[in-house]
């Protein structure tokens, strides 16, 4: 996407980096830190500098995870965190070490429906920011955003996810669509939206990630045809944010008024958007030379 030549992986050490491995060192007593033990020590000090800071994180500040239990506030983003493939039961009995008294599974269903959206959203932002990211010549970020679809446990009574019996699923399944940011040179992941399968809306996925944007610099934001809108791009100019978006032809031939697309396309174009189809309205881009466009509301 940005140049195989151009947009390589820095294997460098950042002076950020070597800052934060002298500060573990020293706090450590003088012993050094291999960079993997950094980079989870990091991880670990958010959750506990979250934990400080609970009325941010959960649904019911007043009483969510208040009393003392074995899946406090920690544990639990520790388990969701490092949590495999394997069942439940399999993952509680690894996370505390085999233990007769372990909490159920029951008890981990209830302790995770008292954490916030945000409680993940923050931690990926502030672990983000402690390495600073990658930049392309030295300026720019370039984030990718797209799309994808997986499948959750069957549930047919949740119209939003489920899918009826096809010829792909005899019993139906349910699904939920994401549409992630991911900065290309650094390869990470910056931000997620998270839709019901059926509620998609990929317009309003990017304008919200457009609009939560936390990283500073220069970011290029670069997306495929189905992110293409009117809306998006008004969001990432009020944003002050670089776009690259693919359009499909028609689009194109109906933003420049023309019949046909020439081989190479460099040009600048002014739009008037407008609510009302007035007389007015519609005069007004013919005098100027200018393109109307009508936006329901």
Not at 102 to 108: E, I, K, Q, R, V
Not at 161 to 188: A, Q
Not at 209 to 238: K, T, W
Request: proline letters at 4%; one cysteine or more; charged letters at 25%.
């Amino acid at each position: 996407m940005c140049g195989r030549s151009r947009c390589r992986y820095n294997s460098k050490v950042t002076r950020a980096a070597l800052e934060l491995e002298l500060y573990f060192i020293l706090i450590q007593g003088g012993l050094p830190m291999t960079f993997p033990e950094i980079v989870k020590t990091t991880l670990w000090d958010i959750i506990d500098e979250m934990s400080r800071l609970l009325s941010s994180f959960v649904k019911n500040p007043d009483k969510d995870f208040i009393r003392k239990r074995k899946l406090d506030f920690k544990k639990m983003m520790h388990l969701i965190i490092s949590m495999e493939s394997g069942s439940l039961n399999h993952e509680l009995l690894k996370f505390f070490e085999y233990d007769s008294s372990l909490p159920t599974g029951s008890a981990f269903y209830q302790q995770r429906s008292k954490l916030s959206v945000s409680a993940f959203r923050h931690l990926l932002k502030e672990f983000n920011l402690k390495f600073p990211l990658e930049k392309f010549r030295g300026k720019y970020y370039l984030i990718a955003c797209d799309g994808s679809e997986f499948n959750i446990a069957r549930n047919p009574n949740n119209p939003d996810t489920f899918h009826e019996p096809n010829g792909k699923s005899l019993s139906g399944f349910n699904m939920v669509h994401t549409i992630s940011l991911y900065e290309v040179c650094s390869r990470r992941y910056l931000d997620l939206e998270v839709q019901p399968g059926r509620l998609k809306n990929e317009f309003q996925a990017i304008c919200n990630l457009m609009d939560r944007y936390a990283y500073g610099g220069s970011p290029i934001f670069i997306a495929d045809r189905g992110f293409s809108s009117y809306n998006v791009f008004a969001h990432a100019i009020e944003n002050h944010v670089d776009f690259l978006i693919r359009a499909k032809d028609l689009n194109v031939q109906r933003f420049l008024g023309v019949e046909a697309l020439p081989d190479k396309l460099d040009t600048t174009i002014e739009l008037i958007l407008t609510r009302t189809q007035s007389k007015k309205n519609i005069n007004i881009p013919k005098k100027n030379h200018n393109t109307a466009i009508f936006v329901k509301t």
